[in-house]
């Protein structure tokens, strides 16, 4: 271990790990830097954003079997968003990175640079690498500033570093290229993992995150809106990106309130099954409604609703709305293998079923980034049927990253108990049964085609004089197929 005295303060400060060179005073926040047996005060770190994460330097876990220490973090922050990089300390001596973002986790370590690796500028999501003999799928493409840091670190960092990053999956396993210090990437290797799986010890408790951030995690706060003076809730700092739900604007939410950045969003008339702040009981959780999104693939005028819910203890889920069938689902913090025309998924082989582009119609709510209306992602859905479970994979692009969800069909009056609603009609719930897609007018399409195929079936029956046989049966079969479809039709145009 290193120890020397801080050059502004007099303070002492330590560098546990060999790899340090770079550190940050506790006291007065100066960057330092080790020379010889001295550090050199090269600048002074912003404050870091309370982000209500457990993790502090401290925080000790276990990984593949070794002791790890939390020794130092970066802070960074792109245009939608943020997230930590925990530099950890091992007990052989060796070090590694603890990446926090939106409850997901991963361990990556140092495989230095990589000449060969594709650059950060030819880098994009849904593209494929191959590293170390695996196949890896380009999840993301990151650029982001050091908002601040604290404790020990290998390099410094402060609000003049750029990160410039790409992620890459393939199942767990995680690589990072980095291209932050120049053009040949740096290689990190690692996985995703679970916290409640690293069995760490010194998180910070709730009651430490309530004195320093006012708040506990998942309480919703509510402030003005500053362009019409409506009650705004949202979750701070978790979900700090909010738009007012009264007129639409987009706000920003910071330690002094909320700011206004853009005005008018686009409204919708259309209602949701769940509203803004309703809390419910579901799978052993409490879940509070945060935001609200619809959506509208092209080319189809059918509209659905996806609402963000969240749970201090259990993260960020969302409950999807098509129609009439409802699906719980899980944003993956891995990346399934897709080949063809299939994705597999811990030993389950999912069909792929379904393209489209979906556009983001309207935003309502606090959100762990930040939605707008416009938004455009490329959807490739994937399904597994056992007998009259459903369960679909989905993945979606953007410019800047792919990400795979889990859905599982549930059913609309368990949901609507839970969350104090009325039941919905029996129709809509058949519906869901049915398995009506996320696009909705599964049925309709199906009842038209049939309609179709049972009229030209008929047509020999106008000369051969038998057609008056074939009238009941041609009734019966209509009537049996478009009767569902006009019902759940009309539960869309409420």
């Given amino acids: 271990m290193f120890t020397a005295s801080c050059p502004a303060c007099g303070a002492k400060v330590s560098l546990k790990a060999s790899a340090s060179t770079t550190a940050v005073c506790g006291f007065c926040k100066s960057t330092l830097v080790r020379d010889a047996d001295a ?6 770190q912003g404050e870091l954003l309370e982000d ?7 925080t000790g876990g276990r990984f593949e079997g070794r002791q790890f220490t939390v020794v130092g973090r970066i802070q960074l922050r792109y245009d939608a968003g943020a997230w930590n990089e925990w530099f950890v300390l091992f007990e052989d001596g060796s070090t590694g990175w603890l990446s926090e973002a939106s409850g997901q986790y991963a361990i990556t370590f140092d495989r230095g640079p990589q000449p060969g690796m594709p650059t950060f500028e030819a880098s994009s999501p849904g593209g494929t690498v191959s590293i170390l003999g695996a196949l890896y799928t380009v999840t ?11 404790g020990e670190l290998p390099f410094p960092a402060d609000s ?12 767990e396993r995680l690589a990072t290229l980095d291209s932050s210090s ?17 069995q760490p010890t010194l998180l910070r408790s709730l009651a430490v995150v309530q004195e320093s951030a006012g708040a506990l995690p998942g309480a919703l706060q509510t402030l003005e809106c500053p362009s019409c003076g409506a009650s705004v809730r949202y979750v701070a700092q978790l979900a700090p990106n909010v738009t007012c739900r009264q007129c639409k604007s987009e706000l920003s939410a910071q330690p002094a309130g909320l700011v206004l950045e ?11 099954l769940l509203s803004l702040g309703d809390e419910g009981e579901h799978a052993g959780e409490r879940w509070t409604v945060i935001g609200v999104l619809a959506r509208r693939a092209e080319g189809d005028d059918t509209e659905w609703f996806e609402h963000l819910l969240y749970s201090p203890k ?19 913090n891995r990346a399934p293998a897709a080949v063809g025309g299939r994705a597999r998924l811990d030993g389950t082989t999912f069909d792929r079923k379904d393209d489209y582009a979906a556009t983001t119609t309207w935003v309502a709510g606090s959100f762990n980034w930040r939605p707008r209306v416009g938004d455009r992602a490329k959807v490739t859905e994937y399904e597994h049927r056992t007998g009259a479970a459903r369960t679909v994979l989905a993945m979606e692009r953007t410019a800047d990253e792919v990400t795979w969800s889990r859905s599982v069909e549930v059913s609309p009056t368990v949901i609507a108990r839970a969350f104090g609603k009325a039941a919905p009609r029996a129709a809509a719930a058949a519906g869901a049964a049915a398995g009506v897609g996320l696009r909705g007018g599964g049925v309709r399409d199906l009842a038209l085609l049939f309609s179709v195929l049972l009229g030209l079936f008929a047509l020999p029956a106008l ?21 569902p479809a006009k019902l759940i039709g009309g539960r869309d145009e409420d």
Avoid: M, N
Avoid at 39 to 44: D, F, K, P
Avoid at 314 to 332: K, Y
């Fill in 39 to 44: 550090l050199r005060r090269i600048g002074v």
């Fill in 52 to 58: 209500y994460s457990r993790v502090q330097v401290g």
């Fill in 140 to 150: 993301d493409k990151r650029t982001a500033h050091c908002s601040a840091a604290e």
């Fill in 160 to 171: 003049r570093w750029e990160a410039r990053v790409v992620d890459l999956r393939a199942d």
């Fill in 182 to 198: 120049g053009a040949t990437p740096v290689l990190y290797l690692g996985r995703a993992v679970e916290l409640d799986v690293l």
């Fill in 262 to 272: 853009v005005e008018r969003a686009d409204a919708s008339t259309r209602a949701s």
């Fill in 314 to 332: 259990a993260g960020f889920r969302w409950l999807v709305q098509a129609g009439g069938s409802l699906q719980w689902t899980d944003v993956l």
């Fill in 463 to 483: 000369f051969t004089g038998r057609l008056t046989e074939s009238i009941p049966t041609l009734l019966i079969a209509a009537f049996a197929l478009w009767a």
